[in-house]
DNA sequence: CACGAAACTTGATGTGGGTCAATGAGACCC
DNA sequence: GGGTCTCATTGACCCACATCAAGTTTCGTG
């Protein structure tokens, strides 16, 4: 189920990019740091890459790192013992992960694209975060909307119809990667994350969106591009 | 569906009780700070309590209050346009709602059985935040652990089946309640309730519950005490 | 560019839990 | 102690989505 590939062993440091230069400047924690506080910031950071597939930890793991993606797309996960998965989240540039206040990770990290990350010790970034409140402030948002999100999953997954849910997440991810109206949406995950994300099976994933198709709610590109020509039409379906 | 009752305005205020005489004095978040800060945080705060059934606050309203829970239980939930209902939460004494760094709500607050709570203006306490460091690291810590027990839940809704649910909620009460293994637990909310947080109906709820007591692995006495022999069978039962 | 593997789609069939409906059991009130 | 209201239980039936099983498309690789 896509744990392929050896976990941190295969993480390749260096390659780091400059924080000027960095995709996520403007998103990530970092952007509510000044340059003294960025150049300790960015001093206790190291940096790496993942290929896609590749896993960055394992739920249950001792919580020693934690993480701020600067590019590429992260999926988190828990499993039952029988296989099931469940997909918590997919994180993009700008998000922080692995923040733990126990001593473990309460899910599983693996990348759905290639990508890279800065790399904090658990300890050193406690430490940081006690020097620089605003660090604080912003990660304590961070959590406010993540579990705002959260809440809406539960929404969609305890009540929602399976069309609901599909145009639920469409509209989420367009949302997210602030395409235009015209503009397609880029899915780049497998309908597999797709259904382990909304909690149905690949087949009702394909099926759902096969209808949607038939009925002119989407266009579709390939597997991976969904042109959306009428966002209010969708929403409607999403019931939101 | 349980919105009976007119919202703030039945709020009683006053019959408030003395911080030291709290019930949640330990649990709450003002467990961290110290007697001076205690004492400008209890200044800023006023009373209040509420009926079962009474509603504190609706999802969508300005988020002008913010709340700690002192004694009782609140549920909160989301709502679809057509009355479909996802409870996302259940909180005790020590609880925090209504954190908010958005405008509005995002879920609705309704008492479950009577309850006492702390009430503070929003912008009243956003400036005790700042200045008290600990509260703000107390209230991360809050949030990230609500932020897993949400994932916990995700995958509940998403993968589990109508007993694992059953079986994982009875084993999270059991916990919270801190009964020893041969105490009863006592549910508190209706069964629609407990329908509308594991995301089945009342109908699956009871037949699941009947089933397993007829498997000897609950004993009910009346509708909300349940006495569980042998939590590790109900673990198994779980799948956890 | 042909081959093979993986990912996706589509169809046929099965089933867990939803829906609809009736009955039972407390709780409250007079 | 009987009446009523609400909530919970139980039964009969149904359906949205899961499961099982072919195809088909996509894509990486020699």
Not at 15 to 38: F, K, M, N, Q, T
Not at 101 to 123: D, K, N, Q
Not at 218 to 230: E, Q
Request: net charge neutral; with cysteine.
């Amino acid at each position: 189920m896509g744990q392929s590939g050896p976990a941190m062993t295969t993480v390749c440091c260096g390659a780091g990019v400059p924080c000027d230069a960095c995709d996520a400047r403007d998103l990530a924690v970092c952007s509510v740091l000044d340059e003294e506080e960025l150049k300790r910031f960015s001093a206790a950071a190291t940096t790496a890459r993942l290929e896609a597939g590749q896993t960055l930890f394992h739920e249950g793991e001792p919580a020693e790192e934690m993480f701020s993606l600067t590019e590429g797309m992260i999926k988190l996960y828990k499993l039952l013992q029988d296989g099931r998965r469940q997909i918590t989240g997919f994180l993009m540039a700008g998000d922080f992960l692995g923040l733990a206040f126990g001593r473990t990770y309460v899910y599983s990290a693996e990348a759905v694209t290639p990508v890279r990350l800065c790399r904090f010790r658990r300890t050193a970034f406690l430490r940081l975060l006690e020097e620089m409140p605003h660090l604080e402030r912003n990660l304590l948002g961070r959590a406010s909307s993540e579990l705002a999100a959260a809440q809406e999953q539960m929404l969609l997954l305890g009540r929602k119809t399976a069309r609901e849910r599909l145009a639920t997440f469409l509209l989420t991810i367009a949302d997210r990667q602030r395409r235009g109206n015209a503009e397609p949406v880029d899915l780049l995950m497998s309908r597999s994350d797709i259904a382990d994300y909304l909690g149905l099976t690949i087949e009702t994933v394909s099926r759902t969106l096969s209808t949607m198709r038939r009925l002119g709610a989407i266009a579709l590109d390939g597997t991976s591009r969904v042109y959306i020509p009428n966002r209010e039409a969708l929403r409607t379906i999403a019931g939101v």
